[in-house]
């Protein structure tokens, strides 16, 4: 009987720690993986360098010579419906009346949405917060966290493999360090 009100008793303290951190590379399989590794250098020479950024390519591939990681939509099975934390940089999509961003793709560097190349489908998550979370800088890393689906999302700016209906967001702090 001790135990079990013990237990009770820590249940709420339980419920408030955060997941473990699901590293981008999870989001691939093996086989993506490894033709990333083995993957020459990309240059990263693009308009948006020499000031004339072209609004319209956003986050999908513009280059067509890229090795073929470099468009995967391919995904991991047994991360559908899993929760998870995931740490990245937001590109806003959709914001609500108080101007916080409740639907936007999670990337896993800086500046996706304006350099060359961005990442494969399957390191773009579309990220759906009906909370919203003021994004004052896209520069600033987030973790949110969620349950993953295996979903393909296609619109203007983008390709995703995954969509994370989120729990929580949150700016990455210097606790988190």
Known sequence: MRRLLLCLMLLPLLSHAELAETD??????LEDQQA???MPE???DSPELAGTFDSKGGLKQQDQ???AVMYSAKTVAALDGKAIRLGGYPVPLESDAQGRSTLFFLVPYPGACIHVPPPPPN???LVRYPQGIALEDIYAPLWVSGTLH???VDNDLAQAAYALDAATARLVDEADL
Do not use: F, G, Y
């Open 150 to 152: 295996i979903e393909a």
């Open 42 to 44: 990309i240059s990263h």
């Open 24 to 29: 981008w590379l999870e989001l691939m399989p």
């Open 65 to 67: 010579d890229l090795p």
């Open 123 to 125: 390191q773009i998550v």
């Open 36 to 38: 990333l590794e083995a």
